[in-house]
């Protein structure tokens, strides 16, 4: 049986964003860094559970070597031309594009939302490299709601490991060549977690 979203205490409050020049940047190997603001968003917890049920989540199966295999979450993804799911998350983009327009030269245009739904969700360790992403800097804007999980970073070709835990709101930017010379995953946990989702903004072109 999977998990139910256990509420956080602190976000009881209608849903707002804090300024984003909060936001603590932590500066990376190769040109990489992250940008991380716990709690960005507040009315979380409402804000995911409208996502369960409003978002048209489609379950997908990959070709893994010489198999093919159930992708380990539910997944669904907006192109630039199509509506968000929620007015909550136009209004994190357009606040994402207005802080970052100088420095990232373009808006974040789509979103792909992930539902991991217990602990056996996961993502294995990847960069954003389909598309522009494999050849030039860019960012990748990650908002989550529902149960804090880890997201894990570390150096391509090895390296010490970073660890953040994000849930209830927390946000978290990637940019300059961090998902060229990094890869970031969730691991899969044999503790019982509650849910969570993560909505990922992007300029065009990255996937």
């Known amino acids: 049986m999977t998990p139910a979203l256990q509420a956080s205490l602190f976000d009881q409050a209608e849903p707002g964003l804090a300024p984003l020049p909060q936001a603590q940047r932590t500066h990376l ?5 992250i940008d991380v603001l716990p709690a960005w968003l507040t009315g979380a917890d409402e804000l995911f559970e409208h996502l369960v049920h409003e978002v048209p989540w489609q379950a997908e199966r990959r070709q893994m070597y010489d198999r093919v295999v159930d992708v380990p979450r539910l997944l669904c993804f907006y192109p630039e031309s ?4 929620s007015p909550v998350l136009t209004t994190a983009r357009d606040a994402l594009n207005q802080h970052y327009a100088a420095e990232l030269g373009e808006p974040f245009r789509t979103a792909g939302l992930c539902y991991y739904r217990d602990g056996q969700d996961s993502v294995a360790w990847h960069g954003d490299t389909l ?9 990748v804007a990650i908002l989550s709601v529902g149960t804090p999980r880890p997201l894990l970073l570390r150096p391509r070709g090895g390296g010490e490991t970073i660890r953040r835990s994000l849930g209830h709101g927390d946000l978290i930017v990637m940019g300059g060549s961090c998902q060229r010379t990094w890869e970031h995953a969730i691991p899969k946990t044999s503790k019982p977690v509650g849910p969570r989702i993560s909505i990922q903004f992007r300029p065009r072109g990255v996937r």
């Open 29 to 33: 190997a190769h040109g990489a860094w």
């Open 82 to 85: 199509a509506t968000l799911p």
């Open 131 to 139: 598309g522009r992403g494999a050849t030039e800097d860019t960012m």
